[in-house]
């Protein structure tokens, strides 16, 4: 009888030690895992932050040079489309007294080369779902194909002038060779006083009134493919600031 009620006394005082130890381990192995759970959400947070800043300081560099190529673009295409109406001013015999410096915008172009590193290494790297904000993190990743969208214009206008136009004009005896030169400075805004009072007379020929309608065609559409870009990339930096103004 002593051995049974010192057994019973034994029992739920093990019995509790035992509960106790499972417990003591559980909440160890819980909270192991919380900390775990809350470095990798630190980590995160932190990464986040740190692409935040490489994107606002990416887009800020960008918009600067955005903004004089769509403001060279701009010209390109008034200079073009002022030369589409003298073209077309004139009878198909008759030849033109052209302004050299349209002829100069006419051989113009230029390409924009943005900063992309954080962009690309979000997209391609597969680190784009760090950023928590939706809006933000769908025009990160709609970025690049809106910029190839750009840039893929830009191609085809330098193509155009390079292999269709240049040998278009060569073709009616128009020598190109100085304006080829000043497109620098139609570039740089500064094109010469000698240069803008001169002219060249050009042939309204069916062939160079198509190449240049074309050419202007090309040049409206970069410009609105600068243009969309420029206001997607206002909105992205938007959000980016607006992002790291609440961390």
């Known amino acids: ?11 739920p005082r093990a019995f509790r030690r035992r509960v106790f130890e499972l417990i003591t381990i559980f909440l160890a192995v819980g909270l192991a895992f919380l ?10 947070h932190r990464e986040e932050r740190s ?3 490489g994107l606002r300081d990416e887009f800020r560099s960008n918009q600067e040079e955005l903004t004089a190529r769509l403001n060279l673009q701009d010209r390109i295409r008034s200079h073009v489309g002022a030369l589409v109406s003298l073209l077309n001013s004139a009878n198909a015999d008759q030849s033109v007294a052209v302004p050299d410096s349209l002829l100069i915008a006419l051989l113009t172009t230029a390409t924009y080369n943005p900063d992309r590193g954080t962009v690309d290494a979000l997209v ?4 784009v779902w760090l950023i928590r904000n939706q809006d933000l993190r769908r025009s990160v990743a709609a970025w690049p194909a809106r910029l190839e969208n750009a840039l893929e214009f830009q191609r085809t206008q330098r193509d155009l002038v390079n292999e269709v136009m240049a040998p278009a ?3 009616s005896n128009v020598v190109l060779e100085q304006h080829w030169l000043a497109t620098v400075q139609f570039f740089g805004g500064q094109v010469s006083r000698e240069l803008r009072e001169t002219r060249t007379v050009v042939p309204a020929t069916a062939e160079l009134r198509s190449v240049v309608g074309h050419r202007f ?8 493919g600068l243009l969309s870009l420029q206001n997607h990339e206002q909105r992205l930096l938007a959000l980016v600031e607006d992002e790291l103004e609440e961390r």
């Not at 900390?35 to 995160?44: I, K, N, P």
């Open 1 to 11: 009888m002593e051995g049974e009620t010192a057994l019973a006394r034994t029992l």
């Open 35 to 44: 900390a775990e759970d809350w470095r990798e959400a630190l980590g995160e």
């Open 51 to 53: 692409a935040l800043a």
């Open 124 to 127: 391609n790297g597969g680190r």
């Open 169 to 171: 004009f060569a073709r």
């Open 217 to 224: 065609q090309i040049a409206d559409l970069t410009y609105n």
